[in-house]
Each structure stands twice: as C-alpha cells, then as structure tokens.
C-alpha cells in the first residue's frame, strides 16, 4: 500500500471555511442581466467565473442554487438575500408545468424545452423550495409542493409497489441516487414545513433504503437496480457502487435519525460509513473513487469533488456521535485540508488558464492532477456549500436542521472539541 499524499494544512483552517461562504458575492452566480432575465441562473463558468451559455437551464441546477441562494441569505451574505428571491420567482413562475409537477428543463428565456418528469429534477425542486421556504416564509411554497408529492404519488409510482421510477419517458429500471435526493429533500420539507405528506414520503424512503437498497452482505447501496430491485449492472457488466453515494446516505440516515430519534438509520449509516472509508479512499492522494465493487475492487479511480464533500459531511455527524474528540476534530481537518488543495487552490492549471479565487474543480483523473472537465459546473457548489454549511454548525455546536447565521457568533467556538450532546442522546437511547 502507498504512503498517503500528505496535504499542507496549515493555511487553511475551520474560520476559512466560514469566510468562504460569507465573503463571496453570489450574484456571480446569476446571469449578467439577472434581473430582467426569466432564468437567471447562470448554468456553469470559465475558470474565472464568466457565465458560459450553454442553450439551457436545468431544474436540478435551478433547485440546487436556490438552496445555495437561500442557506447563505440565512447565513447572512446580504448578495445572498438579494439574489435568492430570483431564484425562487424562476423555479415558482417558470419550472413547474401544468400538471403541477417540476418540468425537466428550459431555454435561456423561460419557455419549457423538455416537461418530462424527472425524479431527479423534481428532488432539486422540492429541496430548493424547502430551504427557500425556510429563509422567506413564502405561502407559494406550500401548495406548490404539495401538488409535486401528489404527482408523484399518483404518476410516478413504480410497479413494483415501492419507490418511483426514474422517469416518465423511459423503461422501468430503478435508480438510487434520484431516490437519495428525495429523500433529502422530504427530510427539509419535514423540517421547515411540516405536513402529513412529507412526513410519509420521507418514511416511505427510509423503509425503502432499509429493504430494498441496502445490500446486508456487503454494507452498500448500488447505484442501478432492476424493475424488482435486484441490483444491477451500470456498466461494463459490473454493480457499481459510489463511495461518495455511501457518505451521503450516511449523512442522510444520520439526519433521519435526528429528526425522528429513530436509532434503524444509524446502524444502517454506520455499515455504509464504514464500507466507504475501508474501500472507498485512494491511498496515494486521500481522496474518495469514483466506484468500487461490492467486494472493494476499483472500478473507477478518477476524483469528483462532491464525494469528498460528502464525505465530510459524514464525517461531521460521525465525530457529534463520538463526543467531539480530538481525533475526529484532526479527521475533519484532513478531509477538509485535502478538499481545498485538491479542488478550491486558486492556482494556474495543467492545460492552461488560472482557476479564479472561490471557484472550484470539479473532476480530476485518478492521478489527482489533470483535469477532467473543462468549465466550473454551477451544481457542484451545492456539495460545497451543504458541506461546509456543517463544519460551521458543528463549530457552532447547533444542532442538524438549525439555520443560524454564518457569522460567528458567542457560541462560536475556535476549538470543536467539548460538549457532546447528540453523543449523549446516541449513547443514552
């Protein structure tokens, strides 16, 4: 086995992360004519965060950034709180179609390019109302989706009997991660706008992680599944499974778990958690693979950001559950070192050009140095913000679901090690 990279830790510490989120400008996230524009956001950048106009607008990104829109403007960025609402007037005036439900994607003016119902887009959505529920209060909120849990309910339910397949224009296969997203996005609709249905939808997810998606005999979660939830093949012949899908739903389970005081999830966390760590990191570079087996075999080496994001998000609620020790405080600032040399540097890059002061990498090869993509996706910035939105929370010591401001505050701690509430109620349940 390899010697693990060792990553300079020392420039960049937990008060970074929080001057990260708080100090940047997210107009830069708009278009240039935003406020005249009917989609404003903008869908990916150059190296140096100019807007590329790719002919499109996708609800999943639309979602994504507002969360990102909403969490910060709860965080207190004043561009945040200025730009959050265009967001949320697109996705209400212009992303949900007759029908009730989200539409799939738009042109740059508004008008609906493909109305398909996409489960994962209408996670996004659901998500991104949820949050900006959470910061405005809006009434539109509500009944909008509520009429999005109705259509799926009533169009898009597997014939299975359990879950709902992937999209209403393609054969029944079932697909993880789009069922991942609802359940996220069931948990925050739960949170900040409680209703029965939301309630059963993220229960109905839950129960069907615990049946049908988690493999017992190996710990995991495949990303592709049959039209019985038999696991199946994405490629090559080969089940695949993505690390970084096994720290999310850790995450995920973990904050089930805290929001019904259910201790099922957390075994099923734990088992995921541990697969990933054990199989799922690259010895020479610390970062998280794109796939393995079920039995841990590299199918794929290459490196996206958001597994390590998510992994760190994992890892936050991991270290709550253990008391906040001094170990788990040097694991966060490993994962979060690596994340920020790896992916965030500003720094000239291998084939040319300068990656600009709070942008992002989204892909590298499996050598950890030559890129993989050619532009700054919009999307990857929900990972990060989700992600270090908890490295706040937890030096903070608020609870999951909390939404206090990004800045520091008399409960700001420098050190996160100490009180070890979740800890207590884990071990006292």
């Not at 970084?244 to 904050?255: P, S, V, Y």
């Not at 405080?329 to 600009?356: C, K, M, N």
Request: net charge negative.
């Amino acid at each position: 086995m390899s010697q693990i990279l060792e990553v300079p830790m020392s420039n960049w510490q937990f008060s970074d992360v929080r001057r990260w989120c708080l100090d940047r400008d997210y107009r830069a996230l708009l278009s240039a004519d935003a406020r005249h524009a009917a989609v404003p956001v903008a869908e990916r950048f150059d190296w140096t965060g100019k807007a590329i106009e790719p002919g499109f607008r996708r609800m999943r990104v639309l979602g994504r950034q507002l969360f990102v829109l909403s969490r910060a403007a709860l965080g207190g960025n004043a561009s945040a709180q200025a730009c959050a609402p265009l967001a949320a007037n697109a996705v209400l005036g212009k992303c949900i179609g007759p029908n009730g439900q989200f539409v799939s994607r738009l042109d740059p003016a508004g008008r609906t390019v493909d109305a398909t119902c996409d489960l994962y887009d209408i996670a996004f959505g659901l998500f991104g109302l949820a949050w900006w529920y959470r910061y405005s209060g809006d009434e539109r909120v509500r009944p909008a989706a509520l009429r999005s849990v109705a259509h799926l309910n009533e169009v898009m339910r597997s014939p299975s009997g359990m879950g709902f397949v992937a999209r209403t224009d393609a054969p029944v296969q079932h697909s993880q991660n789009p069922h991942m997203h609802l359940f996220e996005a069931a948990l925050y609709l739960c949170a900040y706008l409680p209703h029965p249905d939301f309630a059963a939808l993220a229960e109905e997810l839950f129960a069907l992680a615990e049946q049908a998606l988690f493999d017992p005999s190996s710990g995991t979660i495949a990303e592709e599944f049959d039209g019985n939830w038999r696991a199946a093949a994405s490629r090559d012949g080969q089940i695949w499974i993505e690390p970084g899908h096994q720290f999310e739903w850790a995450w995920l389970l973990d904050q089930f778990a805290a929001l019904t005081g259910k201790m099922a999830p957390l075994r099923l966390a734990d088992r995921l958690f541990a697969f990933a760590e054990n199989h799922g990191i690259d010895q020479t570079t610390g970062l998280v693979f794109d796939a393995v087996s079920p039995g841990g075999d590299v199918l794929a080496a290459d490196l996206r950001i958001w597994p390590n994001t998510e992994r760190l998000k994992a890892q936050v609620v991991m270290a709550e559950r253990a008391g906040r020790n001094r170990q788990s405080e040097a694991v966060l600032h490993d994962t979060l070192a690596r994340i920020r040399h790896f992916y965030l540097r500003s720094r000239p890059l291998p084939q040319g050009g300068q990656l600009g002061e709070g942008w992002w990498i989204d892909y590298l090869h499996a050598d950890g140095r030559t890129l993989k993509s050619d532009h700054v996706p919009a999307s990857t910035l929900y990972h990060i913000v989700s992600a270090f939105s908890e490295i706040i929370r937890y030096c903070d010591n608020h609870e999951p679901f909390t939404c206090h401001t990004w800045h520091e505050t008399e409960k700001s701690a420098p050190s996160m090690a100490g009180a070890g509430s979740r800890a207590d109620r884990v071990a006292n349940a």
